[in-house]
């Protein structure tokens, strides 16, 4: 085996167990320094590189969005998997954001689609009044059923990537995953001509898309802002 393309934060995590010796790169990855994936974006060390979500940065955006969509919006379910080890990070950043804005945040976990029904009666009972969605594999799945249940509850989501929106969430923050994918692929050219991971930055996502779903808006009898859809990139009617 020459290299190993890890695709998330626990797949690398998994490939950093696995070997240290075997180039890794690693893509749509939240926090690589704080997760122990590197030293440094700017010198790597060891044997892994890649590209970081830069996913704390994004927070904030999403959460300053959705307070222009929702502004009396006052608490916020966090909707996440703590199995995850990118999560706890991206969960302080959240919360960091909610403070700054005056929005008390309520931590729901869901680690598997059998707890998706328990989660939202979980906000239900919390009387969240908007839902922040963490990436993972678990959500990624069940995006449509979490979109539908956010509907029928009418609350507002916010989610990292465009697939939320599509499926039905109602707005969308975040990198453009087929941008970061393609962007893994001089990483690995290198590689297999020789180039070391350590020597190699980790580089920042540079291109991102803001989705609004309006026919999500239209069913929780929400008017988005001028000023905000002028702002999207894609906009679904």
Known sequence: MNVIVATNTPATQAAKQATETIPIIMVNVSD??????VASLGRPGGNITGLSLMAPEVVG?????????VPMVSRVAILANPGNPAIPL????ERDAARTLG????????????EIDGAFAAITTE???AVIVLADSVVLDNR????DYAIRRRLPTVAPFSEFAEAGGLLTYGPLLADQYRRAAPYVDKILKG??????????PDVFEFLINLKTAKALGLTIPQTVLQRADRVIQ
């Open 32 to 37: 690589p320094v704080s997760a122990g994936f």
């Open 144 to 147: 449509t059923r979490i979109a």
């Open 195 to 204: 180039a070391k991971p350590a020597d190699l930055p980790v580089a920042r």
């Open 127 to 129: 009387r969240a009044g």
């Open 61 to 69: 955006k999403q959460m300053q969005l959705l307070k222009e969509v």
């Open 90 to 93: 991206v969960v302080q950043h």
């Open 103 to 114: 929005v008390r945040l309520q931590s729901v976990e869901v680690r598997a689609s059998s």
